[in-house]
């Protein structure tokens, strides 16, 4: 019998080792899952069966939204506004809501058969748009690591942000995973301060100039590439890293100084779908794969007549980072409907293919594009410095901010000519309905 276990022991560590390095082919991520609603999504998840699986914030919704109110003593709309649309709620109210989020069946599936990590966001922050300034911060940072069953000694629970880093894989097959927090230190919107802080910045330098891995996956719970707000404005404005240029401008020129190679951004928090790129700043295409809408999405709050109107506004509005293809399901390439994001990393193929997907709450692909290994590491001339290339309009190369203003604003000169069209058809009726009246009681007069 001894020399028997003599013999397995060597045969079971080899293995043991050889489970632990397998690579990961198979990851699969999202944002914004409201607790209180269904979440036949997971369906389509486990379906997918991810080894990895990456919450990008919103992972419950912890705050308390208040009714939409114009009148009345608390009116939470409109420049007369005098009461905050959210609050944050107590710890307990958190706790239950992170209870009830973790004992969904179709979670707690993934739970037993994927890793789970990942970051927050406003959301579950605690309080709608909140950065530094949010008082509840550290209170909340250990309710969302119990959420995620981050380990009692776990540095997550000792450091001032839930960002982390992680590899998988064997040698030259190794998949790096960054989480960031845009929100612990984010300064305030509108003042281009900064989204991670000073201590987050070293520590992500030292991520990115650390141990190579053939891919670096870097979650943000903002968008990282597009920023919609700039073609958007001023009728709505979305958070993104476009809102703080300086910050961004300082992400791509810490990976171009890093020489990270292998570089996908992932990202969520707008309620849709998207996958977008930009070919100018690392010397090599950086995709920025957006999941947005576990539960809560876009066209959820839209009657269902209406939502072609909305993907027909997704068109118009112009977007240069867009991947535009024929994986889309809609022209607008956007997706505002339930979905979750997935990445497929096929190792044995020649060069290695990694495909980068937008699913539906059926699993199927909506958005969707592949990207070569090798495509992701850089050559030739750098676009944006090349002088060829110097005041000219690209695809995936010109920021949204820089486009013209009449391509820039044409979606809200649409909206206000519309309603201003829709104004005066109105005012028109009622003027011709007040002449009307005159003339007829004119008439029972002289009757």
Not at 35 to 57: E, H, R, T, V, Y
Not at 218 to 240: D, K, R
Not at 301 to 326: C, D, K, Q
Request: glycine share 8%; hydrophobic share 35%; proline share 6%.
């Amino acid at each position: 019998m001894k020399r028997l276990w003599f013999w397995l022991f060597p045969l079971l560590f080899t293995t043991a080792i050889a489970a632990e390095e397998s690579p990961i082919t198979r990851i699969a991520f999202g944002s914004c899952a409201n607790q209180s609603a269904p979440q036949p999504i997971w369906d389509a998840i486990n379906k997918f069966d991810p080894q990895l699986f990456i919450w990008l914030g919103d992972n419950i919704y912890g705050d308390i939204r208040r009714p939409l109110k114009v009148i009345g003593k608390e009116r939470t709309f409109g420049p007369w506004r005098n009461t905050p649309r959210f609050v944050p709620s107590s710890e307990e109210e958190m706790k239950l809501r992170y209870a009830k989020a973790k004992s969904n069946p179709g979670y707690s599936r993934l739970q037993r058969n994927a890793k789970v990590i990942g970051t927050w966001d406003d959301h579950d922050y605690g309080l709608n748009d909140a950065g530094k300034e949010f008082d509840r911060k550290v209170l909340n940072q250990k309710l969302m690591l119990d959420f995620l069953n981050e380990p009692l000694d776990s540095p997550r629970r000792k450091q001032a942000g839930v960002y982390a880093s992680y590899t998988y894989g064997p040698p030259n097959r190794k998949v790096k995973v960054i989480v960031l927090d845009t929100r612990y230190h984010r300064d305030p919107l509108r003042s281009d301060g900064s989204i991670l802080g000073d201590t987050q910045w070293g520590w992500l330098e030292k991520e990115l100039r650390g141990p190579r891995s053939e891919i670096t996956i870097i979650g943000s719970s903002v968008q990282v590439i597009s920023n919609l707000s700039a073609t958007t404005g001023p009728l709505f404005y979305l958070e993104s890293w476009g809102r703080f240029p300086k910050e961004r401008k300082r992400l791509f020129q810490l990976i171009s100084d890093t020489k990270r190679n292998g570089v996908i951004f992932i990202s969520g928090d707008v309620h849709f779908g998207e996958i977008t790129r930009y070919d100018c700043s690392v010397g090599y295409p950086l995709y920025d794969v957006t999941s947005s809408g576990l539960v809560q999405y876009v066209e959820k709050v839209i009657p269902r007549p209406l939502r072609s109107m909305v993907r027909l506004l997704f068109w118009y509005t112009p977007s240069t980072m867009r991947v535009i293809n024929e994986n889309c399901k809609f022209k607008s390439c956007t997706y505002g409907q339930q979905n979750f994001g997935a990445i497929s990393i096929d190792w044995n193929a020649k060069p290695v293919t990694i495909r980068l997907e937008i699913r539906n709450v059926n699993g199927d692909t909506v958005l969707g594009t592949n990207v070569l290994l090798s495509e992701l590491q850089p050559r030739g001339s750098n676009p944006l410095t090349d002088p060829t290339t110097k005041g000219k309009s690209q695809r995936h190369c010109t920021l949204e901010i820089d486009l013209p203003g009449t391509t820039r604003y044409r979606l809200a000169v649409l909206i206000y000519f519309t309603i201003a069209v829709l104004a005066m058809a109105l005012l028109g009726l009622i003027i011709g309905a007040v002449l009307t009246i005159t003339a007829c009681v004119h008439k029972c007069k002289v009757d």
